[in-house]
């Protein structure tokens, strides 16, 4: 599903035709019968109904598919990684957008971010406030069903110390 989101216009976003997911498939060489089909375009169907999409229609920049690779310090691993989109919104503050496909039906989002995607949030964040965002705002959005999370990124991730990898994005 994320190689078919990478080609939704925010603007004027589409409903996949069948016969371009089959395409997008085969070429990561996947079969699929027509209920997977007709699930993924409900998937991109349902990001275009949600309110970041209009949000990211309306961003001074989107970016899709940015990497980023920073240390937190001296003798400590790189962080490296990929965002699904960035966008810089009036203000100048960013907007990581990650799409998610696990099934949150009836679940509180904020325990299922905190739980499963708390150290991935921060990382973005910190990846935004290195590529110089003032402010960061991270949003999920879980495809299944249709639900948008948006997280705020903690004081401590603000205050946080690290040194940027000579080379990284």
């Given amino acids: 599903v994320h190689a078919l989101l990478e080609e939704v216009a925010f603007a004027t976003p589409q409903s996949p035709s069948p016969g371009r997911v089959r395409e997008v ?10 209920a997977d089909v007709a699930a993924l375009i409900a998937m991109v169907d349902a990001f275009t109904d949600a309110p970041v999409r209009r949000r990211l229609a309306d961003a001074r920049q989107v970016r899709r598919e940015q990497s980023f690779a ?16 960035m966008a810089t919104e009036d203000g100048e503050a960013a907007l990581v957008v990650d799409y998610k496909t696990n099934r949150v039906d009836g679940q509180d989002l904020a325990t299922v971010v905190k739980d499963g995607y708390g150290m991935q949030r921060d990382m973005y964040a910190l990846a935004a406030l290195r ?4 402010a960061v705002e991270v949003v999920y959005v879980f495809l299944r069903p249709l639900a948008e999370g948006v997280f705020p990124v903690g004081p401590a991730v603000h205050g946080h110390r690290f040194t940027a990898c000579p080379g990284a994005a």
């Fill in 131 to 134: 590529a110089g965002a003032p």
């Fill in 70 to 85: 920073f240390t937190v310090g001296e003798d400590l691993p790189v962080v490296h990684g990929i965002l699904d989109v």
């Fill in 25 to 34: 498939l085969a070429a990561e060489g996947v079969q699929a019968g027509d």
